[in-house]
């Protein structure tokens, strides 16, 4: 598996793990644990995005990892 599969496959992951932090956060009916999930939303959400900018880079210096 190519390094531009892997960094893939892990946004992809974290995009999963995002969607049961949200899904987590709404059934959540302490207000604590809720901003607790909120948070971790927050942080996965940061991480996704350099995730995201790291494939363009890839992308860009390595084409043939374009569509994986």
Same mark, same amino acid.
């Given at each position: 598996?190519s390094?531009?599969a +892997?960094? +893939? %496959? &892990?946004l992809a992951?974290? /995009?999963g &793990?995002q969607?049961t932090? *949200?899904l987590?956060s709404? %059934?959540?009916q302490? /207000? =604590?644990i +809720? =901003?607790t999930y ?5 942080? &996965?959400?940061?991480?996704?995005n350099?995730?995201? =900018? *790291?494939i /363009?880079?890839?992308?860009?210096? =390595?084409?043939q990892? /374009?569509g994986y």
């Amino acid at each position: 598996m190519s390094v531009g599969a +892997k960094v +893939k %496959q &892990t946004l992809a992951s974290l /995009k999963g &793990t995002q969607s049961t932090l *949200r899904l987590y956060s709404i %059934q959540s009916q302490d /207000k =604590e644990i +809720k =901003e607790t999930y909120k948070e971790a939303l927050n942080i &996965t959400n940061d991480i996704i995005n350099d995730l995201e =900018e *790291r494939i /363009k880079i890839l992308e860009f210096e =390595e084409p043939q990892y /374009k569509g994986y």
